[in-house]
Structure formats: C-alpha cells, structure tokens
C-alpha cells in the first residue's frame, strides 16, 4: 500500500517563502511522474508545477520563476520551493504521483498554504 506524505504548509506574509516536501511511503512500487496541484477555496484543482523521472518540468504559467520543483527518484520525494508569495497562491496544495505501471494516479492528502498580511 502505497502513500504520498506531505508537509511544510502554514501562513505566510505576501512576498515570503515556503517550501512543500512529499515522501511515497511504501514498498514495491515505481513511481514515473510527481506534482504538486492547488485548489483555492471555492475553484477546480488546477496543476501546479509535475516532474518526471527523466527531470522534464512543467509549471503553471502563474507561477513561472517564483516556484522550483525538484525531486529524488531514488527516494520518492519531491519538494516544491515557493518564493515570492502571493494571495492569489493561497490554496490546499496536493502532492500526486503517477504508478507505475498502469499510470495509476495517487494524492497525497493536501496541506494549506495561506499566503496573507
């Protein structure tokens, strides 16, 4: 049984920093592509920035060069480095990775980031 642990949310002053961290606990899997997503109160989930084991990143247009994704394949674990904070980044943040080898999807079980003054 496969589970995505995540912390390092909390509140946060416009402008500041906070780092997400996500570890797959378990045994016997592989894991080819880790995440994070948001989702505001009241709005869809929405991509934030996902990583494959290869390294190829992608990130959501609203948080291009403020947020950095990295990862440790060989530990499962991926982190999400958020700088330059904003209100609008305020949201329940998902870590989520994909099984191998049917794809299978997995979430984590979220951590709130408030971003406020």
């Known amino acids: 049984h496969v589970q995505l642990v995540e912390s390092g949310g909390g509140v946060v002053q416009p402008g500041g920093s906070l780092r997400l961290s996500c570890a797959a606990s378990?045994?016997?899997?592989?894991?080819?592509?880790m995440g994070w997503y948001r989702q505001p109160l009241g709005k869809e989930r929405e991509l934030v920035a996902t990583?494959?084991?290869?390294?190829?990143?992608d990130y959501a247009d609203s948080v291009k060069g403020r947020f950095t994704i990295s990862a440790d394949n060989a530990e499962s674990a991926v982190w999400l480095q958020m700088n330059n904070l904003e209100p609008e980044d305020t949201a329940v943040y998902y870590c989520h990775a994909t099984l191998l080898p049917e794809l299978t999807p997995l979430w984590g079980q979220g951590t709130q980031v408030t971003v406020s003054s």
């Open positions: 378990g045994s016997g899997f592989s894991i080819t592509t």
């Open positions: 990583m494959t084991g290869g390294g190829s990143t």
